[in-house]
């Protein structure tokens, strides 16, 4: 299989693969609570995996959740600040938190939004009546940053609690550019939330140089395994927000009369977690780490522009985000993912021939509807990129192409 679906799901390396298979074959048992050897090893390297995501992350005075995926990430900071109550103004500048969510107060994201960074929010809406503004995105897939000045004079006097964009773009694979929206935030007094589910696997980014109050990843798109994902919060704010589930594990006490809750990180941890997946992203992240940076990129950026190269002389195709010209000459910076459709054929046409060729791309929406609509595409196709793909892997999905192309007498 010629394998264009990483911005799903990376494939998996064995050494992955053999760190899971050595918790279960060398403990397999529960972490926190045995007091014997298999269990205090497996919580040693449980533990001792936070410090590993959060240097990899470059996190600073932050604490590191381990979660199901970034989804739960973001849905875990949503409900969390759903129930406060309480003043969080006593930080550091969190102005717009004097109060919990009040009717009327905004948050503020994107359009090229994925689904799992609207639709926690839209929830939120609909239970405080919250308004939901979303910086419009241009052609070239860039944040508007024209509409963005316009939509701040549109918000000068309205309490923005919360500002949250993807690091990058799982449809057109452009990195937006979060220092002014960071900035915004500050001045709003809001919460800022980075959504790098698509920019961990691609770049070493930096909680600290993006100064994320909260950020959020999986492990299944930077060579892990499925179900364990991180949320990575900064202390001040995760010190004082309430638990999202409750159970075992997050307690301190529970008596009749009498309830308290363990420290961050803890307190975000209830119930067994997926211990197996923290082995694995152990594992993915010192591959991730010992793999040299600059041959990752060059290797993507060299089989991007060859992919958008080649697809700009093909007719009948329209590429959804920046061109050739534009990653070429450094106008936009793009991770190595290219959505496209192809003119009277549907996606999910392209998408079974190109299987009936052995050549696995994504197509529909990409969790992505909003941006579908400002396309004005029903869904596209999308060929993403990593660092075990090479040039044979574009010969095959051209040869795909001109096999979708037969088929449609193109
Ligand atoms: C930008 C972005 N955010 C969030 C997600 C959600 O990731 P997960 O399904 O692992 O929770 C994805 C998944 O494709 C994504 O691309």
């Known amino acids: ?181 960071e900035a915004y935030a500050r001045e709003k007094g809001a919460i800022f939330v980075v959504d790098a589910a698509q920019s961990v696997c691609h770049e070493r980014i930096s909680q600290t140089g993006l ?23 900064k202390k001040e704010l995760l010190t004082v927000l309430p638990p999202y589930q409750t159970g075992g594990d997050m307690i301190e006490v529970v008596a009749k009369d009498r309830l308290t809750f363990q420290t961050s990180p803890q307190r975000f941890e209830a119930g067994t977690p997926h211990i197996a997946g923290v082995f694995g992203l152990s594992e993915a992240v010192k591959i991730l780490q010992n793999f040299e940076q600059s041959d990752m990129e060059k290797n993507e950026e060299e089989l991007t522009l060859l992919l958008l190269e080649r697809l700009s002389r093909e007719k009948g195709i329209k590429i959804q985000g920046p061109v050739y010209e534009d990653v070429r000459d450094k106008k936009i910076k793009k991770a190595g993912l290219v959505s496209f459709t192809l003119n009277g054929v549907h996606p999910h046409d392209v998408g079974t021939i190109f299987d009936s060729k052995d050549v696995a791309i994504r197509v529909g929406h990409h969790c992505c509807q909003i941006l579908m609509k400002v396309f004005q595409v029903p869904a596209t196709c999308r060929a993403s990129l990593y660092m075990y793909n090479d040039e044979n892997d574009i010969e095959n999905f051209f040869k795909a192409l001109h096999e979708v192309k037969s088929v449609f007498g193109l």
């Open 211 to 233: 100064n994320a109050d909260f950020l959020v990843f999986s492990a299944h798109k930077m060579l892990g395994p499925s179900g364990i994902g991180i949320l990575c919060g």
């Open 1 to 181: 299989m010629t394998y264009l679906d990483s911005a799903a799901s990376s494939l998996v390396p064995r050494s992955v693969i053999e760190a899971v298979n050595e918790y279960y074959e060398k403990s397999g048992v529960n972490i926190h609570r045995g007091v014997y050897k298999a269990s205090a090893w497996a919580t040693d390297i449980y533990e001792a995996t936070r410090k590993e995501v959060s240097d990899f992350i470059d996190a600073k005075n932050c604490d590191i959740i381990y979660t199901r995926n970034a989804t739960e990430g973001l849905n875990l900071v949503a409900a969390s600040l759903s129930q406060v109550d309480k003043e969080l103004s006593d930080f550091n500048g969190y102005s717009a938190w004097k109060t919990g969510f009040q009717s009327g107060d905004v948050i503020l994201i994107s359009e090229s939004e994925h689904h799992a960074n609207i639709v926690p929010w839209m929830m939120l809406q609909r239970k405080f009546n919250l308004e939901i503004f979303y910086i419009p995105v241009l052609d070239n897939g860039v944040l508007d940053f024209q509409s963005f000045l316009h939509l701040k004079s549109v918000l000068r006097n309205k309490t923005v609690k919360i500002v949250s964009l993807a690091h990058v773009s799982n449809v057109t694979g452009v990195y937006h550019d979060l220092s002014v929206y």
